[in-house]
């Protein structure tokens, strides 16, 4: 499965469109609380931790787009827009999603 953050593939053009897929990733408030008590770990103005579990959220955000082309039977995503909100009432959570375009090639 290609995914791509492009709108096309260079040499493979799209021969269906089979729809938007998505997914998301909603980090919980024990991130936050995780994160101040280990920042420590910040080496060279970069939080090693904080960034680890962000990574984690935008792989599985992709994997639900993934899951979900496959399942229509998609060669790849294109257009894939990444993006990260704070949500909740107390802005205690932290959601990461993904969309993008299901194609056939």
């Not at 260079?10 to 408030?29: S, W």
């Not at 609380?33 to 962000?54: C, H, M, N, Q, T």
């Amino acid at each position: 499965m290609i995914l791509t953050t492009t709108p096309t593939i260079e040499g493979r053009p799209a021969k269906d469109y089979l729809g938007i897929v998505t997914g998301e990733a909603i980090l919980g408030a024990n991130l936050f609380k995780d994160f101040f008590s280990s920042i420590r770990d910040v080496v060279g103005g970069r939080a090693g931790s904080y960034e680890g579990v962000l990574r984690n959220a935008r792989e599985e955000a992709l994997r639900e787009v993934e899951h979900q082309a496959t399942s229509l039977g998609a060669d790849a995503v294109v257009g894939i827009d990444l993006d990260y909100e704070v949500i909740g009432e107390t802005g205690s959570m932290l959601m990461v999603s993904a969309s993008g375009t299901a194609v056939k090639l």
